[in-house]
């Protein structure tokens, strides 16, 4: 079945504690983004990748890392989280960034304290 | 202002009318995206659109580039609908609309 999975789908943690939010897709798909989602903001995107290696800044990438080693996995990285990381977040992919529909992930619901 | 905008912000229809949410963006685009979010969270894209309209089952997609301007209509509208529905502005930048949240009774 083609999928986008994240792991953890819900995370409590206190600030400053380092964490890694995982995204896996199935699809051989090039193109993948991190996106969060706020009330009242609506989804923002973070970081995305056009393939191996090549990642970018979306609109809100401060506090964040990512990395794409392997066209399968764009983990995003919170080196030191803050409780206005506190968010819902969405992995997504689809072969090109431009005329193809992304997938999304579940999305992983982070609470930082 | 907002680069994408959506209107009605919430609508609440009864089960069988003929619902129409619009997207305006100010900013250039490559395609424009719709997408459904489902109560539980879960985010499906509907439609990738660049020009003209396109249509799935119930659902149908416009745009005109020269407005700025995309429509999704569902017609005979049915509960399981009840969503938010988001529209995304594809150009250098990925942005989106604020939702569409619509409520269908039975």
């Known amino acids: 079945e083609a999928q986008v999975t994240q792991n953890p789908r819900y995370l409590i943690t206190v600030t400053g504690k380092k964490l890694t939010v995982t995204c896996s897709q199935n699809?051989?798909?090039?193109?993948m983004s991190w996106y969060r989602q706020d009330p009242g903001l609506g989804l923002r995107q973070i970081y995305y990748?056009?393939?191996?290696?090549?990642?970018d800044k979306g609109d809100v990438p401060e506090g964040y890392k990512v990395s794409r080693k392997e066209k399968r996995n764009f983990p995003l990285i919170l080196e030191s989280p803050s409780p206005n990381q506190t968010s819902l977040y969405f992995c997504?992919?689809?072969?090109?960034?431009?005329?193809?529909?992304?997938?999304f992930g579940d999305g992983t619901r982070l609470s930082i304290l | 202002k907002n680069e994408v905008e959506q209107s009605p912000q919430n609508l609440t229809a009864q089960e069988g009318e003929f619902i129409t949410i619009n997207c305006s963006y100010s900013v250039g685009i490559s395609a424009l995206h719709w997408l459904q979010q489902h109560p539980g969270g879960g985010i499906v894209s509907l439609f990738m659109?660049?020009?003209g309209k396109k249509k799935h089952g119930r659902l149908i997609a416009t745009i005109n580039i020269q407005e700025k301007h995309s429509s999704l209509h569902i017609t005979a509208s049915h509960p399981r609908d009840s969503a938010v529905y988001i529209c995304a502005a594809v150009g250098d930048k990925i942005i989106f609309g604020k939702g569409t949240r619509l409520h269908i009774l039975p």
């Open positions: 659109l660049s020009s």
């Open positions: 997504a992919s689809s072969l090109g960034r431009i005329g193809q529909p992304q997938h």
């Open positions: 699809m051989n798909h090039e193109y």
């Open positions: 990748s056009m393939n191996v290696e090549v990642t």
